[in-house]
């Protein structure tokens, strides 16, 4: 399981490979939105990301996003991050060129 958080305010793409590190907390108190990708949710939110249903903007609530990836693959996991990058970069301009970083 992979984390990776989009930030549109301050683009960047950051990656967490340790879903226990403190900087990746994804928890209901916090006002983020968070979307899961697992095999069996996978074709319909990369549906939903290409049909630009995962909007992001300049209002704060609307600016970040965290993935939670779980395909038990690391190396599929982040090629997916990649992938969902690559098309929120075609929506948004300011993700099609930011760093893709990864944390731990």
Do not use: T
């Amino acid at each position: 399981m992979i984390k990776a958080y989009f930030n549109l305010l301050d683009p960047v793409v950051v990656v967490h490979q340790n879903p226990n590190c403190p900087q990746a907390k994804v928890g209901p108190d916090k006002k983020v939105r968070h979307v899961l990708l697992n095999p069996d949710f996978i074709s319909k939110e990369l549906a939903r990301f290409r049909n630009n249903q995962h909007p992001f903007s300049a209002e704060p609530q609307m600016g970040d996003l965290w993935l939670i990836l779980d395909f038990l693959d690391p190396e599929f996991e982040l090629a997916l991050v990649s992938h969902i990058k690559r098309i929120l970069g075609l929506l948004y301009g300011p993700l099609k060129s930011c760093e893709l970083r990864v944390h731990c």
